[in-house]
């Protein structure tokens, strides 16, 4: 499961909370498609480019040689997060790939990043 969000286990009862699963298909059909707050190139823009600036990623966050490729396939027209309170580990629709590091994400390539402190 893609964690997307900051606590796994937000109940007494070890199920994790809907926004570890769904948080950036919810963002993303919501800003784009239903309100159109954002443009989609935007959106990729707040979600990946972006927050490299604020955290000191220097080689994640675009696409180009030197740089760790964090890449999703998806169809901007289809995707909707699926998870609930009951189920929270429901992937996402409209999404075909994940690519971590160029690679899969069944081959499991990505590493824990360390933690550092925000930029001002």
Not at 47 to 76: H, N
Not at 81 to 97: F, H, I, K, L, M
Request: glycine share 10%; net charge positive.
């Amino acid at each position: 499961m893609a964690c997307e969000g900051w606590v796994l286990h937000a109940s007494g009862d070890g199920r994790s909370h809907p926004r570890n699963s769904g948080t950036f298909a919810r963002t993303l059909r919501d800003c784009t498609r239903d309100r159109g707050v954002l443009e989609l190139a935007g959106f990729v823009r707040k979600m990946t480019s972006l927050p490299t600036f604020r955290f000191p990623l220097s080689d994640r966050g675009t696409v180009a040689p030197g740089q760790v490729a964090y890449l999703v396939v998806l169809d901007p027209d289809r995707i909707t997060d699926q998870s609930t309170y009951a189920e929270p580990c429901q992937y996402a629709t409209g999404v075909r790939d994940v690519l971590v590091a160029g690679e899969p994400t069944r081959a499991r390539p990505g590493r824990v990043l360390p933690r550092t402190a925000p930029t001002a």
